[in-house]
């Protein structure tokens, strides 16, 4: 049986992707029987579209995989804390689990209002935190200089 870790692992391989295309580097996998049905990473700049975040797309992907709109039987890995427009479209998939890895202060939902999720979703928090957030770190200062 794979892991949280493995499953990160993915999803900050889609983080990179990001990171490659000059993007926010964030990364989501949707698993469901512990196997990726979904990814989906940061677009917003390729994309032009605010909304294209890597949850949603994994989201869509993900429905679209199952032909449901709701996900209670999956698990979401994202590299960083979804922010609030997120968690409101992983509370109407209602979402089984999310696993998340770095938190996100200054965005994230858990600093607006934790019960934004759907009440039963499960939540994991710090999965290779350290990692998601040295890739985040490392765009953003690579954007200072």
């Known amino acids: ?86 968690a409101g479209a992983l509370f109407w998939a209602q979402i089984g689990h999310i696993v998340l890895g770095a938190p996100d202060p200054k965005r994230g939902f858990s600093n607006v209002k934790p019960s934004l999720l759907h009440p039963k979703t499960r939540l994991t928090t710090g999965v290779l935190a350290n990692e998601s957030q040295h890739l985040l770190s490392n765009f953003f200062r690579g954007l200072r200089t």
């Open 1 to 86: 049986m794979l892991d949280d870790d493995y499953f990160m692992g993915m999803a900050l391989d889609q983080a990179r992707n990001a990171f490659d295309e000059d993007e926010i580097p964030v990364g989501a996998v949707v698993v469901c029987r512990n196997r990726i049905i979904a990814k989906g990473y940061n677009q917003t700049e390729r994309l032009t579209d605010v909304t294209a975040h890597a949850e949603l797309l994994a989201l869509t992907s993900a429905a679209q995989f199952l032909g449901s709109k709701y996900l209670t039987d999956c698990t979401l890995y994202v590299t960083l804390e979804p922010c609030v427009m997120c």
